[in-house]
T-cell receptor, first 115, second 116 residues
Framework: DAGVIQSPRHEVTEMGQEVTLRCKPI?????LFWYRQTMMRGLELLIY????????DSGMPEDRFSAKMPNASFSTLKIQPSEPRDSAVYFC?????????????FGPGTRLLVL | AQSVTQPDIHITVSEGASLELRCNYS??????LFWYVQSPGQGLQLLLK??????LVQGIKGFEAEFKRSQSSFNLRKPSVHWSDAAEYFC??????????????FGRGTSLIVHP
């Protein structure tokens, strides 16, 4: 199995630009999570999808952030417009949800730097 | 609200020595508890998890953790550390699911340094 795939692995952009992060979950998994990791705030859950439907987006910082999951094999996290404080490592994770005792598998992350 | 405290930001041990990483949680019900490891530039990998049953949980890479309800703790242990264990370790507590997956809250992590 290829594991969770994220692209790009690194992104450098200028303030005000649109940034799109991509995630391909493990085949057969029905839950997908987006996390953000920073030195200041640690690892935070941004949004969680189950069967392609957003279940909990309470961690999404503000309207500049949006996430979609058009099908079971693809999700995007978009930041528009980007700001320097968005600089972080963004992780995608997926799992097969069956009664809540599943394991989340993390991708390698996308390191975002907004100048 | 659930929370996790990892009191040690850094831990330094010699290769071959034993290891214990501390984790304290706050949660109103029976928690789901996890330990993850993150190597530099990598995502998180699950070491072990506790949902119910035996309070001593065995994980991968020779790690184990013990759930102590009375102390609200879930400390990670390894009897003999290898240089390859140097990494960042995260403890997490999961909110019980409501028709879906657990929602984890992570601690700030403990950085393990291993001296040869």
């Amino acid at each position: 199995d290829a594991g969770v795939i994220q692209s790009p692995r690194h992104e450098v952009t200028e303030m005000g630009q649109e940034v799109t992060l991509r995630c391909k979950p493990i085949s057969g998994h029905n839950s997908l999570f987006w996390y953000r990791q920073t030195m200041m705030r640690g690892l935070e859950l941004l949004i969680y999808f189950n069967n392609n439907v957003p279940i909990d987006d309470s961690g999404m910082p503000e309207d500049r952030f949006s996430a979609k999951m058009p099908n079971a094999s693809f999700s995007t996290l978009k930041i528009q417009p980007s700001e320097p404080r968005d600089s972080a490592v963004y992780f995608c994770a997926s799992s097969w949800t069956a009664g809540g005792q599943e394991t989340q598998y993390f991708g390698p992350g996308t390191r975002l730097l907004v100048l | 609200a659930q929370s996790v405290t990892q009191p040690d930001i850094h831990i330094t041990v010699s290769e071959g020595a034993s290891l214990e990483l501390r984790c304290n949680y706050s949660y109103g019900a029976t928690p789901y508890l996890f330990w993850y490891v993150q190597s530099p530039g990598q995502g998180l990998q699950l070491l072990l998890k506790y949902f119910s049953g035996d309070t001593l949980v065995q994980g991968i890479k020779g790690f184990e953790a013990e759930f102590k309800r009375s102390q609200s703790s879930f400390n990670l242990r390894k009897p003999s550390v290898h240089w390859s264990d140097a990494a960042e370790y995260f403890c997490a507590v999961g909110r019980a699911p409501s028709g879906g997956s657990y929602i984890p809250t992570f601690g700030r992590g403990t950085s393990l340094i291993v001296h040869p």
